[in-house]
């Protein structure tokens, strides 16, 4: 469809009812993103020029449910596709080049048959492009000349996946444009970490890009690393009378690589004293017949956060079943189990360095504060050490806890999310 049929459409109640369908969402949230793509588009327009034949994508950012730093040792997460998202207008263009030109920063140029890494790329964007071609064509697929604007809602550090958001947005966009869809979601999501792994240069689990891909509550298994496994939990957050919410403690995760590096480190070093090289691997009962030698050999904190691991990894399985079984009372319960279990067993609630930043234990005191006597549940969210909170708000509640947590934090610190069923999807 050119992209001037397409603006009259997205204006008028045709796409409205298009996208009210395709996201699950309400007529008032289409008509939203109706809006957000017909912009998209004339931005692709003067970018990229008139009369154009275009397809339109859209990948969603993602919040962690349960399961905190579960993934890497081959363990489970509960996690959805959230209403924030990425969205593309993209066109072929043939020969080679494609060119991906992102609301907010200068165009990348990257010639699709050039898949060698570069060093000078790594850490942007042209280096995700160039990675993701590289991955398709270990596939059997050969990526083509292309042009694209792109566009995300999902805020860079707030810990919902921009960076998941816009690979999952490109890979589900080439799947489509040069592997006829064949690629499934989770096959797409291991395309992009692919791409983040090996071109951008960051070691990221498979977590934030399988629940872009499959959105949705979705129960992610990682136990077989070249077989992950996604489970779709239908359960409509809508419904149950709560706010979904991340706090932003606007603290800053420069200097805490290693702060994240020591856990799955450590995990691994307590698999290890079992001749395994995955937390997931180790019988639980045997760790605990023999914490003693664990405690010896690699250090209280690295015991801890294996009975942390050992805990979480079951309590997904638990949340997942609440909500399927519509058990809200019992899934806000759990909720604060992990919140509990990572601040006082992983320890990822501040750096033990840093005794004057401490955001997330502040905020997660003052979400004690204002919700314990109403009900509402709130826990770490994310890698930790900096960063978010996310938090279950009565309805009626919500306004009075965002005036006093924004108080504390700052405009814009309490964002309320959406559930969206929908992950990476071709709109038009």
């Not at 708000?393 to 965002?402: G, L, T």
Request: proline letters at 4%.
């Amino acid at each position: 469809m050119q992209a001037e049929k397409a603006k009259k459409m997205f204006l008028g109640g045709e796409g409205v009812e298009r996208l009210a369908a395709l996201l699950s969402c309400s007529r008032e949230a289409a008509a939203d993103e109706s809006r957000r793509i017909v912009r998209l588009l004339d931005e692709f327009e003067a970018r990229f020029g008139t009369g154009r034949d275009v397809m339109i994508f859209r990948a969603p950012g993602r919040t962690e449910i349960c399961g905190n730093h579960t993934d890497h040792q081959g363990g489970r997460v509960l996690a959805a596709g959230i209403n924030l998202d990425a969205l593309a207008v993209v066109s072929l263009t043939g020969g080679t080049e494609i060119r991906v030109k992102s609301v907010g920063f200068p165009e990348d140029c990257v010639q699709a048959d050039d898949t060698n890494p570069r060093p000078d790329e790594e850490g942007t964007s042209a280096a995700l492009v160039r990675g993701l071609c590289a991955g398709l064509a270990a596939k059997g697929f050969r990526a083509e000349g292309f042009c694209a604007c792109t566009e995300n809602q999902v805020l860079p550090g707030s810990g919902l996946s921009s960076s998941a958001a816009f690979e999952v947005l490109l890979g589900t966009a080439m799947n489509h444009l040069f592997c006829g869809g064949f690629l499934t979601p989770l096959e797409t999501a291991q395309l992009a970490q692919y791409a983040e792994n090996r071109y951008f240069g960051k070691p990221c689990g498979l977590m934030d890009q399988a629940a872009s891909a499959v959105g949705g509550f979705v129960l992610l298994d990682f136990s077989e690393a070249d077989n992950p496994r996604a489970e779709k939990i239908p359960f409509d957050f809508s419904s149950c009378g709560y706010r979904l919410c991340i706090i932003d403690t606007k603290g800053s995760h420069s200097g805490l690589t290693q702060d994240y590096a020591t856990i799955p480190a450590e995990m691994k070093k307590v698999a290890a004293c079992f001749g395994k090289t995955l937390l997931s691997q180790v019988d639980e009962e045997e760790f605990y017949s023999r914490l003693p030698e664990v405690r010896a050999t690699a250090g209280d904190r690295a015991a801890l956060r294996a009975m942390h691991f050992f805990a979480e990894n079951r309590r997904v399985v638990r949340e997942a079943e609440a909500l399927r079984t519509r058990e809200f009372p019992t899934f806000l319960r759990l909720v604060m189990e992990s919140g509990h279990s990572s601040f006082e067993f992983l320890q990822n609630a501040y750096p033990p360095s840093r005794t004057k930043e401490q955001g997330i234990p502040v905020a997660l005191a003052l979400c004690s504060r204002l919700l314990a006597k109403r009900g509402g549940a709130w826990r770490l969210h994310g890698g930790g050490f900096a960063g978010t909170v996310q938090a279950y708000v009565p309805n009626e509640y919500f306004e009075e806890f965002s005036r006093e947590i924004e108080a504390v934090f700052g405009r814009g610190s309490c964002l309320p999310l959406s559930v969206c069923a929908a992950g990476g999807v071709q709109i038009l």
